[in-house]
Structures are given as C-alpha cells and as structure tokens.
C-alpha cells in the first residue's frame, strides 16, 4: 500500500487527477483502452476538475460509477450529476463511452444485474476495472459498503442494491469487482476522517473500506485525514 500525505484537499485532488491521468496513459498503451470507476464526494469533483486539465485520451476511457443513490434524473443527490457537472462536459469522452449505474429502474435487483453485463462487456469476464477510485467515511465505509449492511457478505455478484443509508437506497459495486481492479485509489480529505483513516492503514477489517484488497492500492490523503 502507498500512501502519500499532502497539505490539504487541493493538493489531494490535483494530485489524485495526476495519477489518474498516469494511469489512463500506461492502461490505453498497454491495452487501448482505460475504464475508470469513480465514486462520489467533495473533493473527488475537485479532483474530476483537475482531471478534465490533464491530458487524456479521452476516446479510449471508459467511466463507470462506483456507486450511486437511488435518486431522480438530475437530483443533487446523485453522484452522476455531480460527475457530468465535474468532468463530462469538461471533456471530449464519447456518450457510449459513459456508463450511468441505472437507479431510476424498477426492479433494481435486475437493472444491477444488467449493470454487472456491462462491466463485463467492457472490461472482460470476469470484469476487471483498471482503476477505481474510493473515498472513505468516518464511519470506516467506502462504495456504498457501509458497516452493518448485508451487502457486505456479497461474494459472488458484481453489483448489488443496499438497505437504506442516510435516506436512500444505493447500488453499488461490490468486493469481488473491487478485489480484481488493477488499481484502487483512496482519495481522503478532512478530520472527520482520522479514525477510519488510521484503521484503513492497520488493515483492520472491523471497517468496510479495510476489506478492500486489491492487487495495488494507493492511498492520497490531506495533513488532517493524517491526524
């Protein structure tokens, strides 16, 4: 695990977009393509922002959602909204290229399903994501992987739907899709976060995001996420 302790929150990002962009160009020179999963928070739409500045081929990425809340079209609510204001309409990425998690489906067991073909047609099967990008609760939940959720004992599907959390329910990727990422990149930022931070480092698998373990993972955190 490599961890990297930078000042505050905009060093995170940029440095966080940084990396991203490395590992977009060493992913599409190896293989022609780079598929990027990306989660939601503050700091990760700095770090989309800094993104959208760097230099990417954007017609070889391919973006998924790691997780996102069952929530309208357009509700300030969803990751999505968030992303596209941040970094699509930043950049030169072709529609079929972006690939919504479907939340607005009524039967949500299906439309995760249908959500697991799609990363398998795009990234092989079984699918394997070249990176994945994560943040961290202080709660010690990272995805939509939150402490107590049956979610946490899923081993064998891709994607699954979660119980409510905090007034939605959520579909999220879970830890067999994690697991088999090439990269995964924590990105933390704020206080708050210390505790959970600290566990994450021990490996101490008391919290969700602890349980994450992937081939390579990187930690990006700012001076008081480092306590």
Known sequence: MQVDILANDDAVAESAARFIAAQAAAAIAARGRFTLAVSGGRTPWQMLRALASESVDWTNVHVFQVDERVAPPGDPDRNLTHIRDSLLTRVAIPRANVHPMPVEATDLADAA?????????????????????LGLGADGHTASLVPGDPVLEENFLDVSVTQPYLGHRRMTLTYPVLDRARCVLFVVTGSEKVGALRLLRAGDRHIPAARVTGERTTIIADAAAAG
């Open 113 to 133: 399903a249908r959500y697991a073909q799609t990363l398998a047609t795009i990234a092989g099967t079984p699918p394997m994501l070249d990176l994945v990008h």
